[in-house]
């Protein structure tokens, strides 16, 4: 899988010379709304067209999974799973905190996940094995035990707000309980802080599967702990996920669940 891993951050580099050499500059003609609070630009889908391009001319056989093309789940031996631009919101309104997300599943199985945050020049990356790296650096999640000493990161519901009053619920009782929260606007990276320690802990419910996917490999390899609101693995096709170190983690799963219960 090395070279499913090189090949991932030749596309994600690709995708992100785009995405930088871009923001800033969107015009409305440059936008299309897929539906309420969810857009995509053109960028996004030239920088979705470079990825799987790349992927192709090494890969011919494999399968994708991305979401301005082929966002169906299907059945395949291998499957890449691609985000051109996690962050779109913000890439639109300059805010400076995007990423592009490339995973490969084998046999249902996510075994190579690649993140790339192209404004900070960041790439997080992991095989199934293998450890979790930011720029060759090999990489661990915090130790922190205690959740009054827990930095959170979390995502707004935004495409699905039947989710806000249980997701409002949530977030009062962990503001009582942990240091802080934070919503960045980009799962793909969240995920990545977890993995290297930035943030201790994170939550969303109704993510797509290329919005997650390769961050949870990244996260499992960095010593951190992945599951849905259950304590299950079927968080890429519920979309609730929590992720966090071991301690925090945990912590996180009894609460969410006190609170949906209730």
């Known amino acids: 899988m090395k070279s499913a891993i090189n090949v991932a951050i030749e ?87 995007v990423a592009i997300s490339i995973a490969l599943m084998f046999k249902e199985e996510v075994v190579v996940g690649v993140v790339y945050d192209p404004l900070r020049d960041e790439i997080f990356y992991a095989e199934k094995g293998s450890g979790a790296f930011l720029n060759d650096e090999k990489i661990e999640v915090s130790t922190i035990k205690d959740p009054s000493l827990a930095l959170i990161a979390t995502g707004f519901p935004f495409r699905n707000k039947h989710y806000i009053d ?27 802080y977890v993995a290297c320690g930035r943030v201790d802990g994170f939550f969303e419910f109704a993510l797509s599967p290329w919005d997650i996917a390769a961050g949870t490999v990244i996260i499992k390899e960095a010593g951190g702990v992945v599951s849905d609101f259950e304590r299950g693995q079927n968080y890429l096709k519920t979309g609730n996920i929590i992720a966090g170190n071991p301690y925090v983690h945990s912590f996180l799963v009894e609460k969410i669940r006190e609170v949906l219960v209730d």
């Open 166 to 192: 249980d997701y409002m619920k949530i977030f009062r009782e962990l503001l009582y309980s942990v240091s802080d929260l934070r919503r960045p606007g980009a799962a793909a990276l969240d995920l990545c």
């Open 11 to 97: 596309a994600a580099k690709l995708a992100g010379k785009i995405i930088k050499e871009n923001i800033g500059t969107i015009t409305k003609e440059d936008i299309t709304q897929k539906s309420i609070s969810d857009y995509v630009t053109k960028f996004d889908l030239q920088a979705e067209r470079a990825i799987i391009e790349k992927i192709k001319t090494h890969f011919p056989e494999h399968q994708f999974m991305a979401e301005e093309s082929s966002n169906k789940i299907k059945k395949a031996e291998y499957m890449w799973i691609i985000d051109p631009l996690d962050g779109t919101t913000n890439f639109i309104h300059g805010f400076p905190v």
